[in-house]
């Protein structure tokens, strides 16, 4: 305990008695981080979320190693650049972010736990958010926004390639009407990678049937000539049907949330990528991710950055 001074109005010292000066220093400094806090949480940064301003609070509360004032100078300052990059150990966060000498460790779970429901917070939005100036949270549709509008997607485990809207649903009828080309029935209820295997023998033994098994897997429930013209000339050149599929939806889900980049992320690592101009930069993205499938009810293929 120590004995806490203030002025009075002569200017001479007058006592407050005894206080726990850690107390004291907490209250001053949890007066300046609100403070600091209101000017980094801007009505354009939290989007859809208010009430991020003060799940951040209590966050620094605990994990902020220096003054509010000196964290958020350092804040203000990171600008995130878009460019292709990764993976990375999401362990380095905040050592790439230039903020392992303001926050704890603990920081970088305590912001990935950040997600919600509705309105929608995916895995990995809160941490790039609170740790960069100029990516804000969106009003509208996509995950994240920057300063200039760039729009971001982030993806994590097991993530869905489609949307409620303008995305079809897996179902035993395009299944069975992919077989039916090949004058059989599906021995797999789902799009799976066995399925994918059997899929492409038969499609090498009756190349004529490609373009159509290329539009029936699409997931955009306007099917497009285009697109299944260059799954068709990317199946014929690599031979793998579940990269080509999985290309395919990548390419038009972020075609049609008009994405500007994609942030990827699972327990261990982190990568970003720009968003693809052509398929086959579409195709090469997939690789750096386990593919998992297209299943019954999904609205498209689901993918997991890959661990190595």
Request: some cysteine.
């Amino acid at each position: 305990m120590a004995e806490i001074y203030t002025k009075d109005s002569n200017g001479n010292l007058k006592s407050l008695g005894d206080a726990d000066i850690n107390q004291v220093k907490t209250a001053v400094n949890g007066a300046e981080l609100s403070k600091c806090l209101k000017g980094f949480w801007t009505e354009k940064k939290c989007g859809k979320h208010p009430e991020l301003m003060a799940k951040h609070k209590a966050m620094l509360l605990q994990d902020c190693l220096v003054e509010p004032e000196d964290l958020f100078e350092q804040l203000n300052q990171n600008k995130f650049n878009f460019q292709n990059f990764g993976p990375l150990k999401l362990g380095d966060f905040l050592k790439k972010a230039k903020l392992d000498s303001y926050l704890k460790p603990e920081y970088l779970q305590h912001a990935l736990s950040v997600t919600t429901h509705q309105p929608a917070i995916g895995k990995g939005e809160f941490l790039f958010v609170s740790c960069f100036k100029n990516i804000n949270f969106s009003f509208e549709s996509g995950d994240l926004i920057d300063d200039e509008g760039k729009r971001i997607e982030v993806k994590g485990q097991h993530a869905p390639i489609g949307g409620p809207k303008g995305f079809k649903q897996m179902n035993k009828s395009i299944m069975f009407s992919i077989y039916r080309l090949f004058g059989t029935n599906p021995d797999y209820p789902d799009f799976t990678m066995d399925c994918a295997n059997e899929l492409e023998e038969l499609l090498k033994k009756n190349p004529s049937a490609t373009k159509k098994v290329m539009l029936l897997l699409q997931n955009n429930e306007r099917e497009s000539n285009v697109l299944a013209n260059e799954m068709t000339e990317l199946f014929n050149e690599t031979g793998h049907l579940l990269g080509t599929v999985a290309a395919a939806h990548l390419y038009a889900y972020l075609k049609l949330q008009k994405a500007n980049y994609l942030l990827a992320l699972n327990d261990k690592l982190f990568a970003g990528f720009a968003a693809p101009q052509t398929l086959k930069q579409a195709y090469d993205i997939t690789k750096n991710f386990k593919i998992n499938g297209w299943t019954t009810g999904n609205r498209g293929i689901t993918f997991t950055l890959k661990k190595e």
